[in-house]
């Protein structure tokens, strides 16, 4: 029950955590906090695992070879509370042990279940062992699929006019006819019985034509479902090919998700959206995709490393302290975040920037600046790039500038535009590469094939380099993709490769992007309602309508 550090004696404590029922962002704020504290995580299903290590930003796992466990030196372990070393899943008595014996070790346990622990799961029965053991434990509740499901289907269990629900696990033990009046009924584990189900509710009193809905996988990008009546809903859900896990709905609530449904109509969602960008950037824009339902899929297609020759670098950051510039231009989040780095091997801060006038390209890059202590004195008031920094860049006036160079620290493939429109304002430039933007190595022979074969459903290219290096690596994506672009010259370059551009983002952010991306989304889905057709996603096009599109 407790161990030995130091000089104290650390006592055992399990954590019962709902992990809700299938979308991560529904954790509580406790329970990912827990999580992050955790010595120990004892799981329950094969999406836990994931859902830890992307909160905790870890790479996948070294398999254990004795406890089924998986370790790594910067996180808690994980021990599969699901299975056993055998493959058969555990039995409540069996998980209650696993936790029980993690708790011995003196460790802090999260024992992670799906849903809620002390609803429809067997949180009950562990935290009685953890009791009878004298291991302390407490239970932090989670967002149960009984409610989310329905919700995220657009259906609510309660109403004004509908005031009683009742939740029912499936089986052959449930006398049906309790249940035969009018209230909402939600039933677990009954995709496979939902014919027999629906037969014995309809002998006992239920209208044929009552509504019933089946939601599998809900919460994720993959929900689904089928809303049908008891009398047809057996037929409807094998033609649907419905399958577990599945919650169902029966009653009258189910007919307002014609007007409820919320999550299955988002502009994007389904869709699978390929992210070409650096391990850097692509987190931002894939959330910005993912809250519009879209299914992002990140490909590194762009790698930044230091310059082959460093000592440019150390000469002007030499020049920045002993004064010898005026500006420092930055250009890009890289170009603050190369700087920063050199500071950081020098012993240097952001003091050394005093008296200095700073010049960022953009919102973003000013962020940057912000984060390190530095406020920009020059920001473009229209366009943020190259050519919106020159519009507002002041010419040198000898009378008032002391110092008539400019430090430019950027990408060995920048433009030269910016420089030649400072020395035409009079300014003299001091042009250093200080990072190099390098083609990554090929995505898998999966995302290849997908990339070529139309199973994205878009791709989103942030710059013309993210498209001369994923056509390079990857090859050119189906004319049944829809191109998303950031602006004009990107535009441009993916026409030069033979793309066609369907969305152009009105100005040059990744948030102005998928929103952009978002909007064609939403028309595409209002046009194919308005005609009457089934709502679709470009990858499920016929081959036929594909070629037609392309020419």
Known sequence: M???????????????????PGDPELLTVRAADLI????????????????????????????????????????????????????????HAARAKVVVKQAKRGLRVVRLMTGDPFLYASGPEEAQACAKAGIGFEIVPGVSSVAAVPAYAGIPLTTKDHREVAVVTCGEKVDWSAYADDRTLVLLSGVGLIGEIAKELIAAGRSPQTPV????????????????????????????????????????????????????????????????????????????????????????TISVEPPRNPQQMDKAIRGLVEGRYEWVAFTSINAVKAVREKFDEYGLDARAF????????????????????????????????AAGLLEDWPEYDELLDPINRVFL???????????????????????????????????????????????????VFTSSSTVRNLVGIAGKPHPSTVIAVI?????????????????????????????????????????????????????????????????
């Open 36 to 91: 992050r504290q955790a010595d120990v995580i004892v799981t329950e299903s094969p999406e836990h695992g994931p859902m830890v290590r992307a909160l905790l930003g870890l790479p996948e796992p070294v398999e254990g070879t004795s406890t089924g466990a998986a370790t790594d030196e910067r996180g808690p372990e994980l021990v599969d509370g699901g299975f056993g070393e055998d493959g058969q899943p555990l039995t």
């Open 354 to 385: 005093s008296g200095l006038k700073i010049a960022a390209v953009g919102d973003k890059t000013s962020s940057a600046l912000l984060e390190w202590g530095l406020r920009p004195d020059l920001v473009p008031s229209g366009e943020q790039s």
């Open 2 to 20: 407790a161990r030995e550090t130091g000089n104290t004696t650390r006592t055992g404590w399990v954590s019962f955590v709902g992990s809700g």
């Open 409 to 459: 620290p950027r990408a060995d493939i920048a433009t030269e535009n910016l420089i030649a429109g400072l020395i035409d304002l009079g300014w003299e430039c001091d042009d250093v590469t200080a990072y190099r933007t390098v083609r990554a190595a090929p995505p898998p022979a999966p995302t290849r094939d997908a990339i070529k074969s139309g199973k994205f459903d878009a791709v």
């Open 213 to 300: 809905a089946m939601t599998r996988v809900g919460t994720t990008t993959e929900q689904s479902t089928v809303c049908s009546t008891l009398e047809n809903i057996a037929a409807d859900a094998r033609a649907a090919r419905m399958a577990p896990p599945a919650v169902i709905v029966v009653g009258k609530v189910v007919d307002l998700r014609q007007t409820l449904s919320w999550f299955e109509t988002k502009p994007l969602f389904g869709w699978r959206v390929l992210v070409p960008r650096t391990k850097e950037q692509a987190p931002a824009l894939s959330q910005k995709l993912r809250g519009y339902g879209a299914v992002p899929e990140e490909v590194p």
């Open 487 to 551: 602006g004009p010259a990107t535009a441009k370059t993916a026409e030069e490769h033979g793309l066609r551009v369907d969305v152009l983002s009105p100005n040059p952010s990744i948030e102005a992007l998928a929103d952009a991306l978002a909007d064609f989304g939403a028309a595409r889905r209002a046009s194919l309602v308005e005609a009457g057709q089934p709502v679709t996603k470009p990858s499920d096009r016929k081959p036929a309508a594909r070629r037609a599109r392309a020419k």
